[in-house]
């Protein structure tokens, strides 16, 4: 059973849990649900043998495998079940270079699971490749919107290298989300970070010097998980959203990074089609790359994806003129 969060607290037993995971220099590069789901055919009856069986394939497990503080962390974060007499875990944990992170377990079917996976990846190299060139204004204050598991934050601290930064927030509209994005935080050896549950930056009232979101962009099978339901539009509307509020709060001088997914209908980009729409009518400056052409195929035997041609994630980064402080 996993825990019930506390938003913006994290989980002591889950962060112990970590900590050993880090001194054990364990690393795992998470994959696609439909890869992991394959690995796992291959031997469906096979038993975890080492960390990477336990915390990255989220095999089941026999008691002896693990050493007794794995148990007692796994069982006071209410992320240990029992199959049998065997026991699996309730929480994976996947590496980005040095760092590690807790998100949900295999398979990411509830409607709040703390999603992690290649997007993960994709997201953060964008990041920081966006942040690697040189910037023109101080950042001040950033905002990570939809943080999930807070893999895209933690990375934009490192590439920014804390200067300047004076707030940092991590907002998202499901619970869980930010208790893992809290631990991870903790984890990751991060400074103070102010956690805020809700929709996108409604009633958020400050303005920020760096707004990086991530927003998802499937149309769902009805099973309306948060961190994949894109919303009407093809599964863009999520992203407009996001785009909309960020657009509202970007200060003077300021950057919004996005990534997000877009379906091409009839060789049309229907995420592009709105975005600009909107971008043109301001005197925001904006810049915009498809960054892999094909993603998800599998989706395309789906009856809600029968018009689109493809779906394609992109980056999109969009500048406030002005800044002079």
Known sequence: ??????????????LSLGRWLQAQAYR???PTPDTH????ERAPDREAQSLDDVFGWNLPFSAGVMPDCVIHWLHEARMLSHMGTRLRSGVRFSSIGDRLFAHSSYPTLDRDAVFFGPDTYRFTRFVETALSAPWPHPVRSMADIGCGAAAGAIVALDALDGRDLQRILLRDINPKALQFAATNAELNACGPLDLSLGDALADVEADFDLLIANPPYMIEDGLDR???DGGSHGGVDMALRFLTDAMDRLAPGGRILMYTGTPIVRGVDTFLRHASALLDRTSLRYRYTELDPDVFGENMSLPQYAEVDRI???????????GDR
């Open 1 to 14: 059973m996993e825990s019930v969060p506390t938003v913006g607290v994290p989980n002591e037993a889950l």
């Open 28 to 30: 795992f590069v998470c």
């Open 37 to 40: 789901a394959r690995v796992i």
């Open 226 to 228: 948060a961190y994949r």
């Open 312 to 322: 394609a994630v992109v980056g999109l980064v969009v500048s406030r003129p002005g």
